[in-house]
């Protein structure tokens, strides 16, 4: 059975970090690429960050770009998400994800492409 964990969300202020983590189990996701999404109140599920198999390819949402970094253990199975000079807009749950079928040349960006999921690990900044 595929399980994702996350953790390391919290209660931040402004300005602030976290590192968010992702371990993966039940299956070999070594070559998949892995990423993060997250849910802000009210609004639709959107994409934070990407990484292929080995993190040598990234990609970020335009409104984290420059302040997070996604990336992925030596042996592929858990990715981190490292959150600085959080805003009151990064509250949201966030969600780490794995697609089934994938390219090695593009990172998905839409849930839809997105098949394992994990609990969600909740991220609140203070302002």
């Known amino acids: 059975q595929v399980q994702l964990d996350e953790s390391g969300g919290g209660l931040v202020q402004a300005g602030g970090s976290l590192t968010l983590t992702c371990a993966a189990s039940?299956?070999?996701?070594?070559?998949?690429?892995m990423a993060w999404f997250r849910q802000r109140p009210g609004e639709e599920r959107e994409f934070v960050a990407a990484?292929?198999?080995?993190?040598?390819?990234?990609q970020y949402g335009d409104y984290v770009k420059g302040r997070f970094t996604i990336t992925r253990d030596h042996n592929k199975t858990t990715v981190y998400l490292q959150m600085n000079s959080l805003k009151s807009e990064d509250t949201a749950v966030y969600y780490c994800?794995?697609?089934?079928?994938?390219?090695?040349?593009?990172?998905?960006?839409?849930?839809?492409?997105?098949?394992?999921w994990g609990q969600g690990t909740q991220v609140t900044v203070s302002s």
């Open positions: 039940g299956r070999h996701f070594g070559y998949h690429p």
């Open positions: 990484s292929n198999w080995n993190g040598a390819a990234t």
């Open positions: 994800a794995v697609p089934e079928r994938f390219s090695y040349l593009r990172l998905e960006t839409t849930s839809e492409q997105y098949i394992y």
